[in-house]
């Protein structure tokens, strides 16, 4: 290495840019302390500070900052959702994450891709009608098409799958569909929450949550005792082991997910192809790496460990979709928790625990949804009532049977 | 590969089987308010630790009763609903 | 009565084409066979009262859940639980339906259960090396005449290993609408370990 270069490397004046500074040490007191330090409780530490001017913000992250389901999803944006509810939210998100780079000045390598969602038998094509109906309904680009024009647009496809499946009927088409780089996501926001003054503890995990009166007043961490009158817990595969502390019962089961990664190949799929009848997504990264992901794994788990099992499944599932695959590599492969619902919609807002918010049951469509559930989170939290756009995702839903059914366009279909 | 005790069949492997659900007490519908009903419906403990579990060896059709740990993933005993437990 | 028709879930994969290695002699064996004895009638035999019931048969009953006995008229008898029994008969004779026919009413507790089962036979000196390559059950040290239930292929199955021909064998049960799968699995894998179909006349 030369000489200059090594003497830069190390001259103080000159160090490393950081995104975002480690504090020293926790402060008595918050005004408001997010547990969680993934796309969304950064997110709405940011929007907190830049949409109401509350500043004095401690978010607290038991590892490191987009570690958990914000830096282990497969990084795919959409908002063809079954529901109105569903749908107008994924939309509104959308309109926020095409603007994000802008925003954070940070390039997120947000790309449109098109978004297709693979119907093997007429039930499930009939299912993607139903959804196309809905989303042109309420202006999303959204719609069916045959067989041919699947094969038209992603000529790699076999429309037999191999032969070991029903064939493609057709597909649910949504131009609008996105990757992005997920990563960057959690930085973006950690940046501009940073700047703004809100603090980032980093390897500080939360053991208990004090109430008194049915109010929240305050957290304790490994790290000393937190004064607060408001709590976010954002911590999605983990919110089962948060919501004990306040007494709170919810639906939630926590799967794992899994996805790999192959070795890069030149660019040639430019798409994202979703099939929940082979259990399969993928797109191809900037990189050139096919990124693929699966279903949940089949029994409850609050672990991130990796299986033989799914690499088998996904590898098999890639070559009846695309056979030119057959000598490819797998990369590397990692286990994201999935925190499930019964509707497959979110758990957001207010709970019946004055100064206790919780934006959960992220399922395996969290990260699309983070820059509208920060928002509208860090609305909630600064109103005290719920943003209009998540009141039908309020935990109380259950008790009053009004569910959100996404599970025809958010299981599998990422 | 993950092998589980099925109290009939002895150590099998994990694709022999099916997940089903934790073990929960079903209160009789008429005598609980709505809200207890939904409770019961929708709520699940889902926290780290050891709870019981329904399994069904798909096989041979047996249903029985795992307590497992559901952060490490460890089968502590299986047995069958109301009888003898597996030699494991 | 009308005239019973009988025909193996694999009748017309079996006659739809000229099959590989459809002449493999059970003498030439020197791999894995495969051969489709759905044909053989099978009768269930369930209630507190079936144990009892098929002594007074006249048929050995096995003690044990899992056991399994040869029949003196040929075929065999699987003990499938306490309660609950299977009997494969040898030939394509009517001596199950014989049986069937002196079968008591709900007074005694016991019922028939209609068995439709396809059934494959796997022999050969690699038969459990197959099965070690499609299946999670370690067959190579569990006994001779000891019924498991396990999966192979992906496919629940019923499995009895035997002595055939002078090697391990198994016999196999399974639903019949994945015969034509796990046939054309399991060929394919046999083919590979230089093996394949075998007639049943060959296995006379």
Known sequence: MPHRLLKFGFNKEHPEPRMFHAPAQLKDEYDVVIIGGGGHGLGAAYYLARDYGITNVAVIEKGYIGGGGTGRNTAIVRSNYLTNEGARFYQASIELFQDLSREFDLNLFYSERGHFTLAHSPASLRTQRWRAEVNKHLGIDSEVIGPSEVKRLVPEIDLQCGGHLSPIHGALYHPPGAVARHDAVAWGYARGADRAGVEIHQQTEVTDIEIRDHAVIGVHTDKGFIKTGKVLSAVAGWTTAITPMVGLRTPLTVHPLQAVVSEPLKPWLDKIVVSASLHLYVSQSARGELVAGASLDPYELISMRSTLDFTEGVSSHLVDLFPMLGDIKIMRQWAGLCDMTPDFSPIMGTTPIDGFYIDAGWGTWGFKATPISAKTMAATLAEDKDHELIEPFNLSRFSRWQLVGEKGAASVGH | ?88 | MPETIRQSPLHDRLNSEPLPAADLSAARLGAVGICDVSLLPKLGVKGTGAAGWLAEQWLKVPEEVYASAPLEAGGLIVRLGADEFLIEAGSLDESLAALRERMPGDALHVAPVAREDAGLLLVGPRATEMLLQTCGYEFAKSPDQRFVYTRIAGVSCGVLPQQILGNRGYRIWFDPSYALYLWETLVEIATELGGGMVDAAGMQ
């Open chain 2, 1 to 88: 590969m993950k092998i589980i005790h099925c109290p009939i069949n002895g150590p099998r492997p994990l694709q022999e089987f099916h997940f089903g659900g934790q073990v929960r007490e079903m209160p009789v519908g008429s005598q609980v308010s709505d809200a207890e009903w939904a409770d019961y419906v929708f709520n699940r403990s889902g926290e780290p630790g050891i709870q019981r579990e329904w399994w069904y060896h798909t096989a041979s059709g047996t249903w029985f009763i795992a307590e497992r740990d559901c952060q490490s993933d460890e089968f502590i005993r299986t047995y069958l609903y109301g009888g003898r437990e597996s030699d494991a």
